[in-house]
């Protein structure tokens, strides 16, 4: 099977370097271009990552002496020398809309960590267990851009990464209807170690900047439907949220109540965590958990430090399971956020447009 050629830009930041470790040996994927702001452009990788490289591991050999390219001005270029490109840019928003859309418009499809494209209608937003068929709004989104091949394909936040997964399964079966979820989230979501965000070192800080909103909205544009070209979100269920930052390196917990229209019995919702397969584990998709969803008997699981890295990042730990006094349900699950909430869920949405022909 041939290799698909892949860029990164932003590929000196925190995800962007994940894109790039993940990258590293993978079977169908094969760097071939990073880039990055002006600051970086014209240095070789390793120069221009520097003393910032918070990866676990050395940079990858052959990613080293690669020389960073402006993502913004050499985008016509970068098309040319790849498949496609992750984008992992930080910049504002409007910033990334055009940036992302003028990749598209050069004929080279954009798998997107950031949140510019997420409400464009007609711009899929996939985890590719979940919501797979969303990919088909690409035909229409195509026909608006002009192009051939070029599209973009975003992931969702990563405040709901872990919650949202182990709801999914339950939804339609019980008619969920609503949901109270507390994420208790790690500093890597913002970019920062402990080392450059020595503050959160013995802290809680109430407050992440637009992550509540997100939390709240996004699920409805998974849970949407596919009408007309464009994804229409559900309407259902309600869910409220509260996001805090903890001093937890990586990984996003979540406590979450919720209520169904018909109560499932706990032992009923536990059989279906344990039997839950995706689009990514029919397609045996290399990034693909084997077992997404894994529930822990023990009452003390899952826990961050300990659990985050399930099946190299990408499955969701769910745990203490129990009825509750005001909601039917409630239980804590957790995610990586760098992992399955950013890189490494990138990777699997990229994986399943190249199995499903959208990127050839
Ligand atoms: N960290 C997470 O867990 C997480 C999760 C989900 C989504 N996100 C989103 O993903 C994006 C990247 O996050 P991050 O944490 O990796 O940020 P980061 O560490 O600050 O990295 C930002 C990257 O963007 C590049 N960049 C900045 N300005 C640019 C410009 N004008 N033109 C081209 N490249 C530019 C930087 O290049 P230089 O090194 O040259 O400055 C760097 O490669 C953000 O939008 C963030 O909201 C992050």
Redesign the pocket.
Known sequence: MKKFKVGV????????QRFVKLTENHPWFELAVVA??S??AGKTYEE?VGGRWFMDGPIPQGTKKLTVMN??TDIAKIAEAVDFVFS????KKE??KALEEAYAKAECPVVS???AHRWTPDVPMVVPELNPGHIAVIDSQRKRLGTRRGFIAVKS??SIQSYVPALHPLKDEFGLSKILVCTYQAI????KTFETWPEMVDNVIPYIGGEEEKSEREPMKIWGRVANGVIVPAEAPLITAQCIRVPASDGHMAAVFASFDKKPALEDIKARWASFKGRAQELKLPSAPKQFLHYFEEENRPQTKLDRMLENGMAIAIGRLRPDTQYDIKFVCLSH??LR??AGGGVLMAELLCAEGYIQ
């Open positions: 830009i932003g590929a000196t930041g925190m995800v962007g990055a702001s600051r970086s221009a993502a913004e992992a840019v930080d910049m910033e990334i960590n950031n949140s936040n990563c890597s979501g913002a970019g956020n760098t909430g950013a």
